[in-house]
């Protein structure tokens, strides 16, 4: 299986930074991957798909950058509904994977 | 609008049986294959497998083969997840998701709003 790693893990910001989570895959996946938003109790949501184009409708303070290995999701001025856990997937080979999730919260 | 409605809370003892359901609305359902990813209490998504509801064609998370199975009734839209012996482990929300994408990479892009399974004597 694929290993998709996360950081951080956790990450305690304000509204208003500029807040980065990278994502590194244990092998190549070229830009087969997603980022999704999770708050708490609700359904993950879809922003990023093949690792840099936005879902329609998605702020564009939200954006995906990386390719092969290394990935990173960018928030460019955080604000107060994005604080969530963010997760990213792989989706180049079976079965896909999930990172372990990063959780952006109040600072 | 795409839609995916999930069957309702089910809380079951270990060793039962349990086949949960998604229904999907808005779309042509034969024409996108349908993720089950779960969720156990507070913790990551994984990604169980996947059912193409034209051919019935299924993949499965080799971590999972064999403790579920995967299924689509075309004729009334709706893709399942079966046990046929739950588990405590089992515990968990779990998602159904609708796969778009360039083939053969396919994303999740619309999610159902989850099944929450409880398993305990």
């Known amino acids: 299986d694929i290993q998709m790693t996360q950081s951080p893990s956790t990450l305690s910001a304000s509204v208003g930074d500029r807040v980065t989570i990278t994502c590194r895959a244990s092998?190549?996946?070229?830009?087969?991957l997603a980022w999704y938003q999770q708050k708490p109790g609700k359904v993950p949501d879809l922003l990023i798909y093949?690792?840099?184009s936005l879902k329609t409708g998605v702020p564009s303070r939200f954006s995906g950058s990386g390719s092969g290995t290394e990935f990173s999701l960018t928030i460019s001025s955080l604000q107060a509904d994005d604080f969530a856990t963010y997760y990213c997937h792989q989706y180049y080979d079976y079965p896909a994977t999930f990172g372990g999730g990063s959780k952006v919260e109040i600072k | 609008e795409v839609q995916l409605v999930q069957s309702g809370a089910e809380v079951k003892k270990p060793g039962e049986s349990l086949k949960i359901s998604c229904k999907a609305a808005?779309?042509?359902?034969?024409?996108?294959?349908i993720a089950w990813v779960r969720q156990e209490p507070g913790k990551g998504l994984e990604w169980l497998g996947i059912v193409y509801p034209a051919g019935s064609d299924t993949r499965y998370n080799p971590s999972f083969q064999g403790q579920i199975s995967i299924s689509a009734d075309r004729s009334i839209t709706t893709a399942y997840l079966q046990w046929n012996s739950l588990k405590a482990s089992d515990t968990a929300m779990y998602y159904c998701?609708?796969?778009?994408?360039?083939?053969?990479?396919?994303?999740?892009?619309?999610w159902g709003r989850g099944t929450m399974v409880t398993v305990s004597s």
């Open positions: 092998q190549n996946i070229y830009n087969w």
């Open positions: 808005g779309y042509n359902f034969l024409s996108s294959w």
């Open positions: 093949d690792a840099t």
């Open positions: 998701a609708r796969r778009v994408g360039s083939a053969p990479y396919y994303y999740m892009d619309v």
